[in-house]
């Protein structure tokens, strides 16, 4: 129900980005086993949707598949999906378990002292920039 210019419920809970893969079960493995996805025939997901949502389709041709290229902003790739963390003792949980895992690492973590924001970035197997970040809520 409409109640002047705000709703009474969330309309939109959640969402997910859609990017065309050059080799769908070679993202679909490379989901799985690196970032720790549940991967059906119609997305990848983490932390079920409220966390990385994906939806992998699979290119017409290799010339399809356009990840970002750089932004106003960035010093190297522009993220093509960002995850937001809690904090930065669960973004650096995540950085080991992905590391450990082999994840492709384009941005090391780095602060933000303006935000705080902490942060750091992966490329997946087409060159899509997966970000994650967050401020400290633990201090």
Not at 78 to 97: F, S
Not at 130 to 139: L, V
Request: net charge negative; proline share 4%; with cysteine.
């Amino acid at each position: 129900m409409k109640e002047g210019n705000k709703f009474e419920y969330r309309q939109i809970h959640s969402s997910l980005k859609v990017i065309l893969v050059s080799n769908s079960e070679k993202s679909k493995q490379y989901y799985r086993e690196v970032l720790g996805c549940e991967v059906t025939e119609w997305w990848v997901i983490r932390d079920w949707f409220t966390g990385l949502d994906i939806k992998l389709l699979q290119s017409n041709s290799p010339e399809d598949v356009q990840p970002n290229r750089s932004a106003r902003g960035y010093t190297q790739t522009a993220p093509d999906v960002y995850c937001y963390v809690e904090n930065w003792t669960a973004l650096d949980e995540l950085y080991v378990e992905l590391k450990e895992k082999g994840a492709r690492m384009v941005i090391e973590p780095w602060i933000n002292e303006a935000g705080p924001w902490k942060g750091f970035a992966i490329l997946d197997p087409d060159n899509y920039c997966i970000a994650f970040g967050g401020t400290n809520s633990n201090n």
